[in-house]
């Protein structure tokens, strides 16, 4: 019993390393140091969180049946200690997205326009469409996108920036509550990652877009997202 949920746990974690490697691709490959630790970090972090829940609800059927209080005891505790891994890699994220805005605001903005983000916004509704979930659940995959692109069109990259920050300090919050925000059908932690996953690329777009920056990378960022999400989607619960 031991050996199948530490089996399960590392099934899932590389699975969503698997999906989210598309993405994280992108990322890597561009000249930013601070982007790559800050999502490298947090893609950890998510992971790590993927993985308490899988330990936290074992122990937690144990306890709520009354049986094998001994493996109820070492899931509660795995549970515990990703936590904890989780919770650093976010403060390594956090860390990370400081400088990178630093940096990133102290370049010339070259396009004196707003980000039009409508072949974006069309690509993703193409491809959540097809997602087998509940028609509810895709209806707050883009309801999170539509408030990614408003914090864009209204605030700029300042705006995303401080939308980034908000959402993983509410991730941070989350996980240390009791119910861990692992509530409903998509929980609630999951939706928070994905504002994350999704501020990233609407950043990449709005670079591309107001900055001339890095726009090589935007052909394949949905495909890239379209994995990760998925892969956050199916590999934890």
Not at 194 to 217: D, H, P, Y
Request: charged share 25%; net charge positive.
């Amino acid at each position: 019993m031991y050996k199948l949920i530490l089996n399960r746990a590392q099934d899932a974690s590389l699975g969503f390393d698997m999906y989210s490697y598309a993405l994280s691709k992108i990322v890597n490959r561009l000249p930013s140091q601070n982007f790559k630790d800050f999502f490298n970090s947090f893609s950890d972090a998510v992971s790590h969180f993927g993985e308490q829940e899988l330990y936290a609800r074992a122990a937690e059927r144990s306890t709520i049946l009354k049986i094998n209080p001994e493996l109820s005891k070492y899931n509660g505790e795995r549970a515990d200690r990703f936590k904890l891994q989780g919770q650093e890699a976010l403060t390594q994220s956090l860390n990370a997205l400081k400088g990178l805005r630093e940096e990133s605001m102290k370049e010339e903005q070259t396009r004196n326009k707003v980000g039009d983000f409508k072949v974006l916004q069309n690509d993703y509704v193409q491809m959540i469409v097809a997602y087998e979930i509940k028609p509810s659940d895709v209806e707050k995959l883009d309801k999170t996108l539509t408030e990614v692109l408003e914090v864009a069109k209204t605030n700029g990259e300042k705006g995303l920036f401080d939308y980034i920050e908000k959402k993983i300090n509410e991730l941070s919050k989350l996980r240390n509550n009791k119910d861990r925000g692992a509530i409903d059908n998509i929980p609630y932690w999951k939706l928070v990652a994905i504002a994350v996953f999704i501020g990233v690329t609407v950043w990449l777009v709005w670079r591309c877009v107001v900055k001339g920056k890095n726009c090589s990378q935007l052909s394949s960022v949905i495909s890239a997202l379209g994995k990760t999400l998925i892969g956050l989607l199916q590999q934890f619960c």
